[in-house]
T-cell receptor, first 114, second 114 residues
């Protein structure tokens, strides 16, 4: 069974603090995505990383794909209450040429207090 | 609003019954994905269709089946329902079926089996 472990599971921080969420697996992924999900809604894609070692920045969010494409991290600088939500990583595993199945992480529930 | 619609929003049914969940993808999207999200299992990929054909299969039970119709809408059929099938079921769509295409998630159908 392919698993994507996320840590921490829960995180409650004050506005303005920095935080890092980790996503780890023993499997090698063709790509890794990060999503944010609000209560009662579907996940919304934040970023896709494809190349080992790749770093992408989205305003205060920095995403990194591990060199071996087995792990990833999401770093948020100066967190704001609007960052509150469930953060999910998802890895794409190649099934056949051009087709993939998607493994989602266990999730990190972030709460940013004003 | 992602542009993906799912009906019904809520569904309550008894064990042993059969239900059908419906998904309409975003205009122009050819690929549809089905996911199950429960508290203990997280978000699980079930199955993907591309332009009417099954493309990839995840952790879909034999009691579950899906199809994508010529107008590209998709249905997920769940039969012989068990208490453990209670979950949020999400549909997502993308333009293509490969790795680089962003998936847009619908609002989900909450299924409660009593």
């Amino acid at each position: 069974t392919q698993l994507l472990e996320q840590s921490p599971q829960f995180l409650s921080i004050q506005e303005g603090e920095n935080l890092t969420v980790y996503c780890n697996s023993s499997s090698v992924f063709s790509s890794l995505q990060w999503y944010r999900q609000e209560p009662g809604e579907g996940p919304v894609l934040l970023v896709t990383v494809v190349t080992g070692g790749e770093v992408k920045k989205l305003k205060r969010l920095t995403f990194q794909f591990g060199d071996a494409r087995k792990d990833s991290s999401l770093h948020i600088t100066a967190a704001q209450p609007g960052d509150t939500g469930l953060y999910l990583c998802a890895g794409a595993l190649s099934v056949t040429s051009g087709t993939y199945k998607y493994i989602f992480g266990t999730g990190t529930r972030l709460k940013v207090l004003a | 609003d992602s542009g993906v619609t799912q009906t019904p929003k809520h569904l309550i049914t008894a064990t042993g019954q059969r239900v059908t969940l419906r998904c309409s993808p975003r205009s122009g999207d050819l690929s549809v994905y089905w996911y199950q999200q429960s508290l203990d299992q997280g978000l699980q990929f079930l199955i993907q269709y591309y332009n009417g054909e099954e493309r990839a299969k995840g952790n879909i039970l034999e009691r579950f089946s899906a199809q994508q119709f010529p107008d590209l809408h998709s249905e997920l059929n769940l039969s012989s329902l068990e208490l453990g099938d209670s979950a949020l079921y999400f549909c997502a769509s993308s333009v293509g079926g490969g790795l680089i295409y962003e998936q847009y998630f619908g609002p989900g159908t909450r299924l409660t089996v009593t």
